[in-house]
């Protein structure tokens, strides 16, 4: 099978994509997978391809080659059209005492008892049903305790497709029962390249947004479009630079500012956290005069100042802190504490 098709969305995952397609062959699929990854490397879009090979349904002829990105059947899956394919995460809506809700924190049991009510429906449009939970590491306690009775016992038709960029919050009593796929990063001139010929983007450009991408190819792909992504890296490490030489109030302001924000979207107080940690990293290849690597190239110049004022064990502390600081709000620890700690705990360089 996998000669007869092409042109699949999944990129730079050829390991995975081959052992979806090979299971398909062989009729030797999981019931559940977990695809775990860092954010925007694929874990979405290789879900959503195989839930196209999971359901495909055709006769091939001699010869014949199917261009996935033209097929109608994988198109209305990844525009979400396909009645068969259902994608849930923390923006799902679902409704409770006739009103519609929206968590955008959390996974809820309510969302585990639609996938419940679901799974006793026939497939409509294909051959089984598939149930992609992005970021399954948001579900609540009575989320994943309610979800793991059903992966113990499927329908025979029924497929779940977790994905997570944080496999460590996620309970081993569901890890067990899942299938585990890891997506790597993917080499910087592979995404330039791609960047180049999928989406006309000059060389140069092409180079710098998979350099920013840290090998997570959707980043790219959205900055494409969106040049605020971009920008918004040079002003955030701009900010880096200003408030790791703050005194005790400035870094208290701060850190009341990424408490205010992540009320309103975690997803960006957790971008500003990754950020932090890229910056300490360079730093790090810095004291290694290893400054080819860096990621915030144009500020070689002032790393180079700053790292004569600490030592690497100090700087390894920090980026541990920083993960930890980023696992305790997972946890749903006091935001306004988790934060205060970490900016007060970080070195203070000028």
Same mark, same amino acid.
């Given at each position: 099978m996998s000669s007869k098709f092409t042109n699949w969305t999944t990129f730079g995952q050829n390991h995975a994509l081959n052992f979806f397609i090979k299971s398909v062959e062989k009729n030797m699929l999981s019931h559940a997978y977990l695809i775990n990854g860092p954010k925007g490397v694929g874990k979405l879009t290789l879900a959503l391809d195989l839930a196209f090979l999971v359901n495909f349904s055709y006769i091939f002829q001699d010869?014949?080659? %199917?261009?996935v990105q033209?097929?109608?059947?994988?198109?209305?899956? +990844?525009?979400?059209?396909?009645?068969?394919?259902?994608?849930?995460?923390?923006?799902?809506?679902?409704?409770?005492?006739?009103?519609?809700? +929206?968590?955008?924190?959390? %996974?809820?049991?309510?969302?585990?008892?639609?996938?419940?009510?679901?799974?006793?429906?026939?497939?409509?449009?294909?051959?089984?049903?598939?149930?992609?939970?992005?970021?399954?590491?948001?579900?609540?306690?009575?989320?994943?305790?309610?979800?793991?009775?059903?992966?113990? &016992?499927?329908?025979?038709?029924?497929?779940?497709?977790?994905?997570?960029?944080?496999?460590?919050?996620?309970?081993?009593?569901?890890?067990?029962?899942?299938?585990?796929?890891?997506?790597?990063?993917? &080499?910087?001139?592979?995404? /330039?390249?791609?960047?180049?010929?999928?989406?006309?983007?000059?060389? &140069?450009? /092409?180079?710098?947004? =998979?350099?920013?991408?840290?090998g997570c190819p959707g980043w790219a792909i959205s900055a494409v479009s969106d040049e605020i992504l971009l920008d918004s890296y040079y002003q955030m490490s701009n900010r880096i630079f200003e408030i790791i030489s703050e005194n005790v109030e400035g870094r208290l302001n701060y850190s009341r500012k990424l408490s205010n924000q992540f009320r309103k979207s975690r997803i960006e107080v957790y971008t500003e956290l990754d950020g932090w940690i890229d910056w300490f990293r360079d730093l790090a290849l810095i004291k290694n005069e290893l400054s080819d690597y860096i990621l915030f190239?144009?500020?070689?110049? =002032?790393?180079?100042?700053? /790292?004569?004022?600490? &030592?690497?064990?100090?700087?390894?502390?920090? %980026?541990?802190?920083?993960?930890?600081?980023?696992?305790?709000?997972?946890?749903?620890? /006091?935001?306004?504490?988790?934060?205060?700690?970490?900016?007060?705990?970080?070195?203070?360089?000028?």
């Open positions: 010869d014949q080659i %199917i261009d033209k097929n109608d059947q994988a198109s209305r899956i +990844r525009r979400g059209l396909n009645s068969d394919v259902k994608i849930i995460d923390i923006d799902t809506p679902y409704f409770l005492d006739g009103k519609e809700i +929206r968590s955008k924190i959390n %996974i809820s049991i309510e969302h585990i008892k639609n996938i419940k009510k679901d799974t006793s429906i026939k497939a409509f449009e294909g051959k089984s049903k598939i149930f992609i939970i992005q970021n399954s590491h948001r579900m609540t306690t009575e989320a994943a305790n309610a979800f793991l009775k059903i992966l113990e &016992e499927p329908f025979d038709d029924n497929y779940f497709i977790l994905t997570t960029d944080s496999i460590n919050n996620i309970p081993k009593t569901i890890i067990s029962r899942c299938q585990i796929v890891n997506l790597n990063r993917v &080499e910087e001139d592979l995404i /330039s390249e791609m960047l180049q010929n999928r989406f006309q983007v000059d060389a &140069e450009k /092409s180079k710098i947004l =998979a350099h920013f991408s840290r190239r144009e500020n070689i110049e =002032a790393y180079n100042n700053l /790292s004569n004022n600490i &030592e690497i064990e100090a700087i390894v502390n920090a %980026i541990n802190l920083l993960f930890q600081t980023k696992e305790n709000l997972d946890k749903n620890v /006091s935001t306004n504490l988790v934060l205060d700690v970490m900016l007060l705990e970080l070195p203070i360089l000028r």
